[in-house]
């Protein structure tokens, strides 16, 4: 076992699923922030258990190609992002290897290379921020939480969302501070503004402001909004309402101040509704490029029924409607199904129909129904597909499975569940929509085993 406090030399040779390098010292597992792999280090171990051990980086003593000198001045204590240390080769290589390596290891899978569609910037890319508020010696201030903890670091600008969007947070912070609006303090919950959500569509430019509050009232909304419209693209700001304790951002009610309380984008040529509660991929060029690749491997015909679980507010399935003979989205947030409905009836598909439901029970239902599609699209959220999900694939028999997913291992947890129901792993790909940030998404294209033969 390792000794706390004591130094080693350490050579990285892994990365974990958070990004965080792998050494080993001595049999023992230590995992590294900032790390490269293939750097040698003195470290210091800074926690120290029999099989594994947390350290940190004393002195390079190798130094990798791959290091750059971070352009953010706060990205050691920001848990925003996890690579500004590393040119964004490395960062992608890592990410496609991270979803190679965890399909093979929990999927079961023999994969020697897997592709992945880098992004074309660093920069900006992120068209939804959540900033939590915190204050200090009676001043507010807002940035994003330490990494493991609920500690606001104060970030003036942040490389990875439009300057708009600091703008907006700016403007609040400012608000707050010269009427004296509280900021929620979640210890004694106490306060009002927990959070500061901007959204800003990345065609239209239009930028929604929700600020989640401990309350239903806000003070001096008139000089809030006189603030905000100065800053281009403001459309809409919406009052969000959460009483609860607890980590969850957005409450259950909504209540608009100003404009619509929606924004409207373009995705794959088609217009989308956007409410604060509405999931959109937060990477706008890369969603499209990961929604073309669905699309590609679903291989849809005009006499195809299409079912899209987890399907927001429709931007997978609306973009498959021309495809297809009929297209099914089934979502759990009752909002995001009203704005899929509203979406299809902007862009004229009349070939398209939601359900608001839990995906596995709405599924099970269908089938029930007498239901059967050819093509099932699924993009769950991290935890993966629950065992009734799964068990309506495998009533439906679906000839083609295109599973979305944001967590290389539930991916490779349900991959192999799939398996043992008939299906094969045809393919699969990693997509960056998170450049700097550890997480990485994936399309992967499932086929019956009796179809193959056909």
């Not at 390098?21 to 597992?29: K, N, P, R």
């Not at 003593?61 to 040119?87: Q, T």
């Not at 999927?107 to 939804?128: H, M």
Request: aromatic share 8%.
């Amino acid at each position: 076992m390792l000794e706390k406090n004591k130094q080693y030399e350490a050579v990285v040779t892994d990365y974990t699923a958070e990004g965080q390098g792998v050494a080993h010292v001595e049999g023992c597992a230590v995992f590294l922030p900032n790390a490269i792999a293939g750097e040698k280090y003195i470290i210091r171990i800074e926690k120290a258990q029999k099989t594994w051990a947390a350290g940190k980086i004393v002195e390079v003593l190798e130094r990798s190609c791959h290091r750059v000198n971070r352009e953010c001045p706060v990205a050691k204590l920001c848990g925003g992002c996890d690579f500004w240390h590393m040119d964004y080769e490395e960062e992608t290589r890592l990410k496609a290897e991270r979803v190679r390596q965890t399909l093979n290891r929990i999927g079961g899978q023999q994969l020697e290379t897997l592709p992945i569609l880098s992004a074309p910037t660093c920069y900006g890319y992120r068209n939804k921020a959540q900033y939590p508020v915190s204050s200090q010696k009676g001043r507010a201030f807002a940035g994003f939480f330490r990494a493991g903890t609920h500690q606001v670091v104060e970030n003036k600008r942040c490389l990875i969302l439009p300057e708009e969007s600091d703008r907006v947070k700016d403007a609040v912070i400012d608000y707050m501070n010269q009427y004296r609006v509280s900021a929620y303090d979640e210890l004694t919950h106490k306060g009002l503004v927990r959070h500061i959500y901007v959204r800003r569509g990345g065609v239209s430019g239009q930028i929604l402001v929700c600020l989640v509050v401990g309350g239903r009232k806000l003070p001096h909304i008139p000089e809030l909004i006189g603030r905000l419209k100065k800053i281009p693209g403001f459309a809409t700001l919406v009052l969000g309402v959460n009483t609860r304790p607890g980590n969850a951002v957005l409450g259950e009610e909504f209540i608009t101040l100003y404009g619509e309380g929606f924004i409207e984008d373009t995705l794959c040529g088609l217009t989308f509704r956007l409410s604060p509660r509405s999931f959109y991929q937060v990477n706008h060029h890369q969603a499209q490029r990961l929604y073309e690749a669905a699309i590609r491997q679903a291989g849809i015909t005009k006499n195809d029924l299409v079912l899209d679980l987890y399907c927001g507010v429709g931007t997978i399935t609306l973009a498959m409607a021309a495809a297809a003979g009929k297209v099914i989205g089934v979502e759990v947030v009752e909002q995001a199904v009203e704005d899929a409905r509203e979406n299809a009836r902007r862009n004229g598909i009349e070939n398209a129909e939601f359900f608001c439901g839990d995906a596995g029970k709405a599924a099970l239902s269908l089938e029930q129904q007498g239901i059967r599609p050819d093509v099932v699209v699924v993009d769950p959220p991290r935890k993966g597909l629950n065992a009734d999900t799964i068990e309506a694939l495998e009533r439906m028999a679906p000839r083609r499975i295109v599973y979305v997913s944001c967590d290389p291992a539930t991916l490779a947890r349900d991959v192999a569940l799939l398996e043992q129901r008939g299906y094969t792993l045809q393919n699969a790909q990693a997509v960056d929509l998170f450049p700097r940030c550890a997480h990485v998404e994936s399309v992967a294209l499932l086929t019956r085993k009796e179809s193959q033969c056909q």
